[in-house]
C-alpha cells in the first residue's frame, strides 16, 4: 500500500507541520504501508495559466515537478495533505499546487483513494485550512478519514504534544484503506460533484474518448 504526503510549509526541517505530516506517515508505515514526503517548496511549481490546455487535451503546458507528484498521487491509495496557516489559508506554495489539480478533480481522478489533512498555525485558521484540504481531496474524489490541526504560538517545541495524535491518524487512514471504508456523508457530496463534471467529460468525448468510455463503465454517465 502507497501513502503520499504533500507538504506546503517552505521551512523545511524547522516545519512544525512537515513533523505532524512525517507523524502521520510513521504511523501509516507501522500498519505496513510505503509512504513517501514530498516538499512542496523543493519542486518547481508554475501557477496555472489558465489556457485550457489541459481540458483540450489531457496534458498541462508547463514542463515542470507538477506532473511527478501528481503522478505519485495517481498511483498511491493514501494521500496526506499538510499546509501550515498562512494569512487565513494554505501556503502559496500548496495553492500553486492545488489549481494545478482543476482538471484532475473535473476528471475525479482520487475515487477509491483515501486521504487525511494536517495543519499548525500561530493563532487561528488551521481548522479551515484542514477542513479545505479535506474538501479538495473529496472534490478529487476521494474519502477523508479526518484531519489534525494545532494552534502553537511561536513556541516551536509545543508541537512534540501532537505525535500520538498525528501517528494514529496514519494508521486510521491505513484502516480505511484496508477495510474500504465507506463514507455515506461524503459520497453524497461527491456523488453530486460527479454528475456536474460528467457533463464537463461529455463534452470533452471527442478529444478525450478513452476518459469518457471509463466513466461509461463506472457508471457514472448513463
Ligand atoms: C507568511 C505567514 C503568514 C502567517 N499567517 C498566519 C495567520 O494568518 N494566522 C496565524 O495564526 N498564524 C499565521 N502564521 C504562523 C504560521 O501559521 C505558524 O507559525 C505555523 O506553525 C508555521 O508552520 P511551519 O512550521 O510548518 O512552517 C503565518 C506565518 C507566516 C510565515
Known sequence: ?????????????????????????????????????????????????????CSLTGECIHNDDFSMVFEQM???????????????????????????????????VCSGK??????TTAISGGDVVVSYLNHLINYLGGYSVGGLS?????????????EPEARSLGKRLVDAIQIKEFFPDQEEI????REYFARIVEENRSWRPLEYETWVDRGWIQ
Open 1 to 53: 500500500m502507497e501513502i503520499i504526503a504533500i507538504h506546503g510549509s517552505p521551512r523545511g526541517s524547522r516545519s512544525r507541520t512537515r513533523k505532524l505530516v512525517q507523524w502521520v506517515l510513521e504511523g501509516a508505515a507501522r500498519e505496513g504501508a510505503d509512504t513517501n514526503l514530498l516538499d512542496l517548496a523543493d519542486m518547481k511549481i508554475t501557477a496555472c495559466s489558465a489556457c485550457d490546455s
Open 114 to 119: 483515501y486521504g487525511c489533512s494536517v495543519s
Open 150 to 162: 494545532a494552534a502553537l504560538g511561536d513556541d516551536q517545541a509545543s508541537i512534540m504534544k501532537l
Open 190 to 193: 461527491i456523488a453530486e460533484n
Open 74 to 108: 495517481c498511483n498511491a491509495e493514501g494521500i496526506v495533505l499538510g499546509s501550515p496557516v498562512y494569512v487565513d489559508h494554505v501556503t502559496g506554495q500548496m495553492k500553486v499546487f492545488i489549481d494545478r489539480l482543476a482538471d484532475a478533480i473535473h476528471y475525479q
